[in-house]
Each structure stands twice: as C-alpha cells, then as structure tokens.
C-alpha cells in the first residue's frame, strides 16, 4: 500500500516530570500517527542530543519551541508527498536533514518524534496492529522468550531520586511469560515493599522516585535488596521472582573514582562490590555496572559470573557502532532499546537486528522522563524482546505500556488458539 504524507505537526506537552516534551502528529492519506517524546535524565554522553530553548526564563531552559520550529520549517516540507509506508526513506530524509551523528541540528527529540509518529500513521494506513506493523519492517531474530519478561523498578537512587542511594534502580523480575501473572506478582511485592518501608523507617520516607519507585534516604547499596528479598520471602514469591539492578554507574563516576556510600571506590573495589551482591541476592541482571567507557570491566564481570545478564545502556546506547565494539569485546550479553537514544525507527531496528545476529538480548526501555505514550510495548511485543522496562507500578505513564503489552499479548494468545 502506498500512501502520501499530508503534514506532519508538532506540539508542546508536559512529560511525567512536569518537563516540556513534544508530541509529534503525521497525517497521511488515510492514516493519523502520534507519538509523544519522552527525555532522560541519566544520560549516555554518546545518545542523541535533544534541542531545547536554553531560555532561563522559562522552564529552566527545557522548552521545546526551537524542536517545533524545526519540524514546522524543516520536517514536515521534506516529507511531504513521501509514502508513509516506507519508513527507510522517511528515515534516511531526516538522518540527511540532520547531518550529524547525534542529531545535534534538528534534534534527536524532533527527528525521533517524526519518526515513530510516521510508523504510527502507516501502521493505521494499513489498517493492522502497530506490532504487526513493527514486525515487517525489519527482520530481527527473536528471543527464547514469547514474551519479554517485565523489568520493574521498584527503589530508585541516582538521578532518578533525590537521595544519597547511588545505584539508580532495584529492579524486581518476575520469571514468567505471562505479563497478567507478571503485573499480579509485581503489584504484590510492590505493595509488600512499601509497607516493609513504612515499618522500619516511617511513613515520610516512601517518597516516589521518577520512575513511580520507592526513594529510599538511605546511603547502603545492599539494604534496598534486603528489603526486597524480605518482601519476595513475605509473598512467597521466591521462587518465582528475581532482582536486578540498574547500577547507572557514569553517574557517580570522576576521575577514575566511583562515589558509592560516602566513600572513593576504584573499579576494582566496585567489581568486588558487585560480585558479592550477584552471589548473596541471587542477581539475574547487572545494568551499567561501570563507566560508559569501560568495555574491560563489563566484559570481566560476565565472564566471572555464568549465567548473569550484563546490560548496556550508557555504554551502548541503541548505537549499532557502540553494540558492535561491546560484541567485539564481549562485555555484554544483553542491550538496552531506548529508540530516543538513537533518533530514527530504523537505526533502532537495525541496532535491535546486530544485537540478535549475536546473542545478545533486547531489553526494550522507557525514560525517566515519560508520557502516555505505549509505543515501547509494541516495539518489545512485535521481535518477543527478552523484556520491557517500564517503571514501578501505580504511576499511568508506566502503567500504559504494561496494560498494553498485556492487551496485545493476549490477543496473540487468542488468535494462535483459535
């Protein structure tokens, strides 16, 4: 099917931090797209570089005027007339409008706007789910898991709260395909985890992180898992539930020097630290243990614990160039999907296809910074992505993409059933 591109607009919304963010429509012949951006505030120094006013006077800075402007003069007169089912052309027109490797000209919160809200208009052109939609772009090598498993953040520290705890998420995994029975073990622990919290250090200290977590005013790295694993044993759950970290370790990094609990570490005293915590709390995945330059250290750390998941993120970016030098160097064997990190839908799939043509698992991710957007869910759904990383439970912002990856994986069951 071939359908033009009538106009492509773009708006200032507010994203789940109270932050100005764009949200970008495509309108084709017949279809209609939206996608609205979500921004990060841990961020990999290699991710494509939003655009924002700079104005001080307004929203410290953060508004999105210039983005609008660029989409309005520049964007939408590129694209209009092209078909909006071919996605590659539409993303090879805004890579050359752009003409940077991070998307520095138009900006990386414009470019990744058109882009998905253009899949979301073809999708709709074609009349089928935008998973479906997803799945014929690209062919990208699923993985042993249907469905990706859920990676929920349930305690956040570092950039994502406002307290002395350095690691930035404490992540709970439940080993189930079943995103229904998944959702209920989370709610469940969530729960248990607040009340643990309440019990030992009051009500005023369950504040919310960005992520919708619990922000723990606490300094200890290790006391967060102990919570967490009290909860599992309180719910009986065991058996049937990990944990994860997302150490985001750039982000207390300087000088050679790791900043964890009021006290200097050298990376060798951090992988000491880590490999301790995998072996007492039983870990199932390790997120940016090191700096985002440090391919060494990731790679000593998956090869001296078998069967640990070693996650990029600041290290890899949803960058195909930096997953190949982590490939090359075998510190990973399971990457992070910001499709923001990145720019366009393309180079998220082309990075998406690199990582699976070896081994390595997709883990599809949300911002800290997010909107009611549920684009994510499809994007996990449509390669059975080994997870989706959306938050803790509660807030709406993260809740949209699990209801959603809920929704469209049972009527996956359903027609595979019929």
Known sequence: MSAKIKTIKAEEILDSRGNPTLKVLAYSENGYGAFAVPSGASTGSHEAQELRDGDPNYSRGLGVNKAIEKIDKIISPALLGIDVCDQKKIDSILLKLDGTDNKSTLGGNSVIGASIACAKAAANEEKVQLFEYLRGLENVLPSSSPTPLLFINLINGGKHARTQLAFQEYLLI???DNVTEALQIGAKIQQTLRDLVVG?????TATMGDEGGLALHIESVKKPLELLMEALNKTENLARARLGLDVAASSFYSNGIYSVEGKNFT??????LH??????????????PFFEEDFGNFHKLLSKNPGLTVVGDDLTVTNSSRLYAAIKQKSINAVIIKPNQIGTVTETLGTMKLARENGIECIVSHRS???????IADLAFAFHCFGLKAGALGKPERDVKYNRLARISNLANKSTTA
């Open 275 to 288: 490999s301790k915590i995998i072996k007492d709390f039983n870990i199932f995945s390790v997120e940016d």
């Open 369 to 375: 910074g997010e909107t009611m957007d549920d684009f």
């Open 174 to 176: 439940p080993q189930t």
């Open 200 to 204: 030992e250090f009051g009500s005023k």
């Open 267 to 272: 990376s060798e005293m951090l992988f000491d």
